[in-house]
């Protein structure tokens, strides 16, 4: 495990971090969050050691550095803890093909080969492998940046936003790529501005602020906050003005989009519902839900549902088709919340139902697949709905 | 009489022209290229001594005419010390003071803007110091030094002609004789334009052509 504890480092006389503790477990993903100066980079190059702190201690596996500490010159811990940078700095001199094979040495085995033709397809990299960095465009020299270090099978891999310029596409490329290096037991810490980043894929975020951890927990707790008015406001401004939000009202449009969902949805696909409450749903959609389960059965459209409360038509839902209905009711503990459906085609939408009948679409895999995360968790503290 | 049959004629003279043009060349290029190197390392290592002193030297001899310099030390310094140095030495001196620090300049500029962040990346990767020096600082540094170096060794030969102000005999010097002698200005200077062209245009060439294919961008924006 990578432990830091009570980490404190001034710049010029002003502190910025002040005793930060932390834990990198292997096979996880820790992504810190937070504005611009909130001390993330500056807490990532001391964890990479290198920046030193005025005091604390780090912890990699058995090795222990104590500050402060002079140098660490015989005791680096690269490459075991590596980095890869926001400014990639792959060597203008060499080829990116050239890049990734220069720490691997000269004597290359072909088991490391394999490794590196692997990443490359994966990564698609072929057609600008023999390319000069210079002849590449930044979004090239990311992936290569990240292969050079998925080289070295790094124990600890320090990201700093490094997926500031890439698209959506490469970004999720990447992201599937670190779930993977995280199953092979790498503990992964990575710097992320982009929040949609930090929530799909971390195992636990960190939000900080002004040299200090604000908050520490899972990714979905973090779109639920509303205690901490510093970590609402980032979350809030981060999804402000997003193409991807839009708002029905109404029964006439909560019944067409439903519809409409239904139809757009693959035929065998699962729709996770979380929050439910008894029959509240099936009122706003009136004479269109006959219409909508009729659709749903042919379509053999699973409901996976979380629900607080329970009525008749959930538990005739089930008596009829028990494989297309798996429902559980929630732990009394936990508090009530907004109607989420999550679904398999990375839309999710939160529902109100009175008044008005509202519905919020986020088109958004992120965000969903954060949220089925959120699913997963309350789905252990729940039990399977039995028809009496 | 042609530019052939002046070079055919005189042709002794010109060559013994070019052969003490050639050797001076020889001199400012090797003590340039080794000294320069070398102080502009040390320079680097040790800027606050031998750094500031290259500078301070560099930015006195900027406001220097080279043939001034040539004079002061042909003349007044052989005078003041009671010495009398052959002159094509103390054209070699001179011209190597200011080759030297030429390159040292370079050097140095090249040390100072090169990215640490190259090196960083280098020991993230598990490089030891002597690969990072040898695979990485090496090569970027030799790639953005050599196009300058050798624009700046072209110059040094241009400048080897101000040897003929204080008696060496070479090749300027040289045709400058044999232009008193038969009084053929237009076909001498000519052939002497020529011999220059064909020496150093190629020489920018090449520089020219290695920054363009050798020279990266060491800026990642």
């Known amino acids: ?122 990564f698609k990299m072929n057609s600008f492998l023999d390319r000069y960095p210079n002849q590449a465009s930044l979004g090239q020299k990311q992936r290569a940046a990240i292969v050079r270090a998925l080289m070295l099978n790094p124990k600890y891999l320090l990201l700093d936003e490094i997926t500031a310029s890439l698209d959506v596409q490469q970004a999720t490329k990447i992201l599937s790529h670190l779930s993977l290096i995280k199953e092979q037991g ?115 459209i699973v409901w996976k549902m979380l629900m607080y409360e329970h009525g008749v038509e959930e538990a005739q839902l089930v008596k009829n088709n028990p494989e297309l209905n798996i429902f559980h009711v929630l732990s009394r503990d936990i508090k009530n919340m907004a109607n989420i459906n999550i679904m398999s085609n990375g839309i999710m939408i939160l529902q109100i139902f009175n008044p008005i009948p509202t519905i919020i679409e986020i088109k958004n895999p992120i965000i969903a697949k954060s949220y089925l995360n959120y699913y997963d968790d309350l789905l252990k503290s729940s039990k399977p709905f039995e028809v009496k | 009489m042609s530019v052939i049959e002046i070079i055919i004629k005189y042709h002794e003279g010109l060559l013994g022209g070019l052969l003490v043009t050639l050797k001076l060349c020889a001199i400012i290029w090797t003590f340039g ?73 370079i050097v140095r500029d090249a040390l100072v803007e090169f990215p640490n962040e190259y090196i960083i990346a280098g020991q993230v990767c598990g490089l030891k110091k002597r690969q990072i020096y040898l695979q990485i600082q090496f090569p970027i540094i030799l790639r953005k030094i050599i196009p300058s170096l050798l624009t700046t060794q072209v110059s040094m030969l241009q400048l080897t002609l101000f040897a003929s102000m204080i008696s060496v005999e070479e090749i300027f010097k040289v045709a400058q004789r044999i232009n008193a002698s038969i009084y053929r200005p237009i076909e001498i200077y000519s052939a002497l334009a020529i011999f220059f062209l064909l020496i150093c245009l190629p020489l920018n060439g090449l520089a020219i052509w290695l920054k363009h294919n050798y020279t990266r961008n060491l800026s990642e924006k």
């Not at chain 1, 006389?13 to 500056?42: E, F, M, R, Y």
């Open chain 1, 1 to 122: 495990m990578l432990q830091i504890e009570k980490i404190c480092k001034k710049f010029a006389g002003s502190p910025v971090l002040k005793n930060i503790s932390l834990d990198i477990k292997p096979g996880t993903i820790t992504c810190v969050i937070g504005p611009s100066g909130a001390g993330k980079t500056t807490l990532l190059r001391i964890i990479g050691m290198l920046e030193l702190p005025e005091s604390g201690r780090i912890t990699i596996d058995d090795e222990k550095y104590d500050f402060p500490l002079k140098s660490i010159a015989g005791r680096e811990p690269w490459p075991k803890t590596t980095i890869v940078f926001q400014q990639l700095f792959i060597w203008p001199h060499l080829t990116i093909r050239e890049n990734i094979l220069l720490p691997i040495g000269k004597n290359i085995s072909s088991e490391k080969y394999k490794q590196f033709e692997k990443l490359v397809a994966t």
């Open chain 1, 186 to 300: 790498v503990g992964i810490l990575m710097v992320a501005h982009d929040i949609d980043f930090a929530l799909s894929i971390a195992d636990k975020v960190i939000f900080m602020d002004k040299g200090v951890i604000i908050k520490e927990g899972k990714p979905y707790e973090f779109l639920m906050e509303s205690e901490n008015s510093r970590i609402s406001k980032f979350i809030k401004d981060a999804f402000l003005g997003s193409p991807d939000i839009r708002i029905y009202t109404g029964v006439e449009e909560f019944q067409a989009y439903h519809l409409n969902l239904i139809k757009q949805l693959p035929a065998g696909s699962t729709a996770h519902i979380i929050g439910a409450v008894g029959d509240t749903w099936y009122t706003p959609m009136g004479e269109k839900y006959q219409e909508y389960v009729k659709l749903r059965i042919k379509k053999k």
């Open chain 2, 33 to 105: 290229i080794v000294a320069g190197i070398s102080l502009g390392y040390l320079g680097f290592r040790h800027k606050l001594w031998i750094g500031n002193i290259l500078s301070s030297f560099s930015f006195l001899l900027s406001g220097v005419p080279v043939l001034v310099l040539l004079f002061w030390l042909h003349y007044p310094l052989q005078e003041i010390l009671q010495i009398n140095i052959n002159p094509f030495f103390t054209a070699a001196v001179a011209l190597a003071i200011i080759n030297i620090l030429a390159v040292s300049d």
